[in-house]
């Protein structure tokens, strides 16, 4: 089984670099034990998000460091990950559903709870910024399918063959030896959330994903599920969820990961009790991943997730961008 880091990058308004480690824990299940501690360490502005994803905090922190509003910046960071065609799990290039066809999930939230989401949106590169204009040119929070995509196209995005050759290959070589079931692989999905932090103190996230693998035609996940795959509070903090989405909506994963953190637990804490709900009503289950990460209001952050096996912690309190190896990746 591979190991992945989680909450892999951290942008901090700092002057120039701060150096400091990313700690990145790891422990085996059995024994339960995740070792380090979370940030408790204030900073503004920040943005983190899920998994390797550093050339969009590097983006978002360009937005911040520049006086932008965390709104643009978790817009902008998720958009550098639906543009890289490379990364299979989140817009161009991302993985299609068992017929063969790319269908995008994304939400955005702001400071004051306005909200956007597009679900099963196919043809178009960033879901996240059509969530945006669904938030800010509609009177409505939901924008699905074959709507989705009308909408887009009349708010001037371009339509765009989102299956890449290289996952048409995998899709076809996948076919070949599925029994065409929706696999539920943990390495098969990773989504982006991203959260931030601005000058001002005010939080914004964003969350964009082409879903689980190989999924069942019209599936839709946590991800642009407002309160599930996302939540901005901007009195208390924010949180976003990667892993297996149903789980995620049976729990309503990051309104929890919130109201936690209203209640006193550090986001850090917060993440750890989420996960650990979701593991307690699925003891039996061997097949699954569910992360959390979070960030509050005072720019404290933390992250957990647990896949089989292992549970992990991560966090990052370093300057500018961080990008931790596979060293950081233990049993
Ligand atoms: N949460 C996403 C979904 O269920 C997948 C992921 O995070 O990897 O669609």
Not at 272 to 278: A, D, L, Q, S, Y
């Amino acid at each position: 089984m591979q190991r992945r880091n989680f909450l892999k990058n951290s942008s901090v308004a700092a002057a120039g670099l701060i150096s400091a480690p990313l700690i990145t824990s790891c422990a085996n299940e059995t024994s339960s034990k995740a070792e380090t501690t979370h940030s408790t360490k204030v900073i503004r502005p920040i943005a983190i998000c899920t998994w390797n994803f550093k050339n969009a905090t590097a983006k978002a922190w360009e937005v911040l460091s520049e006086g932008g509003s965390s709104l643009d910046a978790v817009q902008q960071g998720g958009m550098v990950e639906e543009a890289d065609v490379t990364n299979k799990t989140v817009g161009v290039g991302g993985r299609p559903d068992r017929d063969g066809n790319v269908t995008l999930d994304a939400c955005i939230m702001d400071k004051d709870g306005n909200c956007g989401a597009v679900l099963c949106m196919q043809n178009i590169a960033s879901p996240v910024s059509v969530a945006r204009k669904v938030m800010e040119d509609t009177p409505h929070v939901m924008l699905a399918g074959k709507g989705a995509e009308k909408f887009a196209y009349e708010k001037g995005f371009e339509k765009t063959n989102l299956l890449t050759e290289q996952s048409k290959k995998e899709w076809l070589e996948w076919k070949k030896t599925s029994k065409y079931k929706p696999i539920i692989n943990i390495e098969n999905h990773d989504t982006i959330g991203i959260l931030a932090i601005d000058k001002n103190g005010d939080l914004s996230g964003a969350c964009t994903t082409s879903g689980m693998s190989y999924k069942y035609a019209g599936r839709v996940g946590d991800s642009p599920i407002i309160g599930a795959g996302l939540f901005v509070d901007n009195e208390i903090g924010a949180a976003t969820a990667t892993g297996v989405g149903e789980e995620v909506v049976r729990t309503v994963g990051s309104f929890l990961i919130v109201e936690l953190m209203r209640q006193g637990k550090s986001p850090q804490e917060a993440c750890e009790e989420g996960v650990k709900r979701i593991m307690a009503k699925n003891k039996d289950r061997t097949d699954f991943q569910i992360g959390f990460i979070a960030i509050n209001k005072k720019g404290e952050t933390g992250g957990y997730c647990i896949q089989p096996g292992f549970s992990y912690r991560t966090y990052s309190e370093e300057g500018h961008i961080n990008t931790p190896s596979d060293s950081y990746l233990k049993a």
